[in-house]
């Protein structure tokens, strides 16, 4: 039942799915006014997805991507990790809300302190992030290296049973996240030297070995961004390769793991749901007079702040797109503190959405009148899944990711980047890939395209799609996988694809030289 999907009931129950995210046009950056000033901690994207490289389709991928919007030369610091946060991604497979399975993510910052003879006494410390060349197994020139660790946590995040993840060669609870692109004189072979820091893990109470990776990667979001927030300033009826990706010269940092899939679910059932959350001590207080460092070692280090207190969730994330134009501006700190299983208090944003109404007036006819509410719709696919597709053994009204392990991978070359609406149901909302337009497939939804479809709900009195035949869309579109699934324009650069292997996001866009941004 879960493998012949495309032209059956089935199929078009899942395709009312991409209203996962109802009113999406930008994805989770800088989406609500706490996270927007603290970018270390701020979760991006989210991608849950059957591996689609060879002779890994028994495994699923999940990457929770943070630090919007990095500008490649941003030296010297570049951009590190918090210290003193953490990483989480988290699984439900059982359908109570609640995760079952938390992979923890924490960083540490190793300094080398490095000095050079300037005519002094004494040598004089460097203030640059390297003083010499870097490539794989050779980083004595870096002046920081960032590792982690990486604790597998069963039951409640907090009080649950956490033990450490391991390399599965030497056993080293320690892994080491690679410096960001400098530029191609400091890192002549960016891709072998990040290759490096991909390590086979050991999982705990898990036959099958895994992998790990966490590393700067050039962003995989698409999305027309500076003109969608000018009041949607775009012909959104107009051809979906027509304008310039924005944030196409732009980095992230990722946190990649690949886990068997038979060691996500939990009895019988194929589906898992899944989100991201970070979180930072309670309390931070700020040395007006800070000597030294912990940077350094010195004797007498005062930090320039000291922090403490139970940790406190600043950021999450499951479906694209829900925090950003979906929670109202009053909520949006709240939902990124919540739980899923508290996503009752925001019910009125799913059933009475403000995108489709804002859209019909910028553009009326074109957009087409807002559908009825309330949106039982939305409510369905938003907050339940749907029976024999993607909904979990218990029903928790919720938001998450959620997807159904038992439906195979789709080869790259064979990618549809509108996912389950594009007949690929191996993509969102069955889960997400890089290569899937969410921003497309959620405006559709929105508009009110699968209104009464196959046991979604109606938008209030109607039971027929919305909108005629109008195809909805913010103008850009992604590089596919491969050169094959490549949209070629005068806006897509079809070199720029995705990888088809582990980590799948791209190596990141390097610092210099400057022709390369």
């Avoid at 109470?205 to 966490?214: E, I, L, N, P, W």
Wanted: charged share 15%; hydrophobic share 35%; with cysteine.
């Amino acid at each position: 039942m879960h493998k012949i999907l495309a032209k059956t009931p089935l199929a078009l129950a899942m395709a009312s799915l991409v209203l996962t995210a109802p009113s999406a046009l930008a994805s989770s950056h800088r989406e609500a006014p706490f996270i927007a000033g603290s970018p270390k901690v701020d979760g991006t994207d989210f991608y849950m997805f059957r591996s689609y490289e060879t002779n890994r389709s028994d495994f699923v991928t999940l990457i929770a991507n943070y630090q919007p919007l990095q500008d490649a030369y941003g030296g010297p610091n570049y951009f590190l990790l918090d210290e003193n946060a953490i990483y989480e991604i988290h699984i439900d497979n059982d359908g109570d809300a609640v995760e079952d399975l938390t992979f923890q993510f924490q960083f540490n910052n190793e300094y080398q302190n490095l000095a050079v003879p300037a005519g002094a006494d004494s040598d004089t410390p460097v203030p640059l992030s390297n003083i010499g060349q870097i490539s794989a197994g050779n980083t004595g020139a870096l002046n920081v290296e960032q590792t982690y660790t990486v604790k597998m946590i069963s039951g409640d995040r907090r009080t649950g049973e956490a033990q450490a993840i391991t390399n599965a060669n030497s056993s080293s609870e320690t892994f080491v996240k690679p410096m960001d692109n400098i530029g191609n004189k400091s890192i002549p072979d960016y891709p072998a030297y990040a290759n490096d820091a991909i390590y086979p893990i050991s999982i705990p109470g898990c036959a099958t070995d895994g992998k790990v990776f966490v590393g700067q990667r050039k962003e995989g979001f698409v999305v027309n961004l500076g003109e969608v927030f000018d009041l949607v300033n775009t012909n959104p009826v107009g051809p979906r390769d027509g304008e310039r990706n924005i944030i196409g010269d732009k980095n992230v940092t990722s946190l990649a793991l690949e886990i068997p899939r038979s060691c996500l679910t939990a009895g019988e059932s194929p589906v898992i749901g899944g989100w991201t959350t970070a979180s930072v001590p309670q309390a931070r207080v700020i040395n007006p007079a800070p000597q030294g460092s912990a940077v350094t070692g010195s004797a007498g280090a005062k930090p320039a702040s000291v922090e403490g207190g139970a940790f406190t969730q600043v950021s999450r994330l499951g479906s694209p797109l829900v925090n950003e134009v979906v929670i109202g501006l009053p909520d949006k700190n709240r939902f990124n503190a919540s739980e899923p299983k508290d996503d009752g208090q925001f019910a009125q944003y799913v059933t009475n959405p403000s995108l489709p109404v804002l859209l019909n007036v910028l553009f009326g006819d074109a957009a087409a009148l807002p559908p009825e509410t309330p949106r039982n719709d939305l409510v369905t696919a938003f907050l339940t899944g749907f029976p024999g597709v993607n909904q979990l053994p218990t029903v928790t009204p919720s938001e998450m990711l959620r997807l159904n392990t038992d439906i195979a991978p789709t080869p790259p070359a064979d990618q549809n980047d509108l996912g389950v609406v594009g007949g690929d149901n191996a993509g969102f909302p069955n889960g997400r890939r890089p290569y899937d337009d969410v921003v497309d497939i959620a405006l559709n939804a929105a508009m009110g395209k699968l209104c009464g479809q196959l046991g979604a709900g109606n938008c209030g009195s109607q039971s027929t799609p919305q909108n005629g035949s109008n195809f909805y869309t913010d103008g850009t579109r992604a590089a596919g996988p491969t050169s094959a699934t490549s949209v070629i324009s005068g806006q897509i650069d079809g070199d720029d694809t995705y990888l088809p292997v582990f980590p799948y996001l791209a190596h990141p866009v390097p610092g210099s030289p400057s022709d390369a941004l």
